[in-house]
């Protein structure tokens, strides 16, 4: 097994724990899911039709499941087959899916600053995630700055002023109801007057309208083109694991509205629903940068692929 350490990734054992206890319900389930099938040197048709089964009913969907399946299909255990060489197989195909997409969002914009558009549903813990993520870029020494783009809910503005505050960055802000591109102009400006490497735009979380959404962000992407034809260097979409297949929906959706470039997965933080990762990643593909497995400031991180795939399997 590898354990190399994704570029850009904070290894400690306080954040293994949390991983582990994030994930701790969602290998309970899939062991339980899987308990009493056991077989001999092959699995059979009925054996590989339970496991699928329950792969999906752990969340991990069923292009994950059918995949997995035909890995265990193909299969040939040197002893009788028990739970812990079925997981150990399970979680070999787990991290081949998960390898491709486990991608940490680096700062390599030139010039700068790099422009992080941050989207996602109301609730989805976005601006939370926009906090974390400063200060994660904090920690390896970026310099940052927001944009409360997301000027339809004055909450919105006031709760990313009060994140600001706590990070310790600057924010530029404008007017309740106000227009999002401009707010986003006058941020890049003041971003690439003062030397900011990093710029963060909080976006609408809103998909009663698609259209108007859509609208609004060609809007500030040209806005953005006109200063800096590279930006936005980053779309991500936040996505709240605890919607379990729901959240597969949103990146469908945000996909088409947002062209969507990357994924953050939040509230991995003891749910059952943490398989929702793995078809995420099996089913679009898309860099999936960091995960949160808790409310701290330094709960999100990028992951090791190999250590999630046994923590999911419930065998690290």
């Known amino acids: 097994m590898s354990t190399d350490t994704p570029a850009g990734e904070v290894q400690d054992d306080g954040w293994s724990n949390r991983l ?5 319900k969602t290998s309970e389930r899939l062991t339980e899911n899987l308990s009493g099938i056991v077989g001999k040197t092959r699995l059979d048709d009925h054996q590989l039709d339970d496991l699928e089964d329950a792969l999906i009913m752990s969340d991990l969907g069923p292009r994950a499941a059918a995949r997995i399946r035909a890995r265990l299909a193909d299969e040939r255990f040197e002893r009788d087959a028990d739970e812990r060489a079925i997981m150990e197989v399970v979680a070999r195909e787990i991290a081949e899916i998960l390898r491709p997409v486990a991608k940490p969002l680096d700062v ?35 310099s940052v700055m927001l944009a409360a783009g997301d000027t339809f ?40 007057d003062t030397g900011i490497d990093a710029l963060i735009v909080d ?44 959240a597969l929906s949103q990146i469908e959706i945000f996909k088409e509205v947002a062209g969507v470039s990357g994924l953050i997965m939040t509230k991995l933080d003891g749910t ?3 398989g929702v990762l793995v078809a995420a990643a099996e089913q679009y593909g898309l860099p999936i940068h960091a995960i949160g497995v808790g409310e701290r400031i330094d709960d999100l991180r990028p992951f090791n692929p190999d250590l999630l795939a046994r923590v999911i399997a419930g065998i690290a």
């Open 108 to 142: 390599v914009a030139f010039p700068r600053p790099q422009v992080i558009l941050v989207i996602g549903v109301n609730g989805s813990g976005k601006t939370t995630t926009i906090a974390k993520l400063a200060h994660l870029f904090q920690e390896q020494d970026y």
């Open 203 to 246: 976006t609408a979380g809103r998909l009663q309208n698609k259209r108007e959404l859509m609208d609004e962000l060609a809007k500030i992407r040209r806005v953005l083109g006109r200063l800096n034809p590279e930006a936005p260097h980053d779309v991500v979409l936040v996505l709240d694991a605890t919607n379990g297949q729901n």
């Open 153 to 192: 809910r004055a909450a919105a503005i006031g709760q990313l002023r009060v994140w600001a505050d706590r990070v310790g960055v600057p924010i530029i802000t404008g007017p309740e109801g106000g227009d999002p591109a401009s707010v986003v102009f006058d941020a890049v400006k003041a971003a690439t």
């Open 272 to 274: 059952a629903r943490g």
């Open 20 to 24: 582990f206890g994030g994930f701790r």
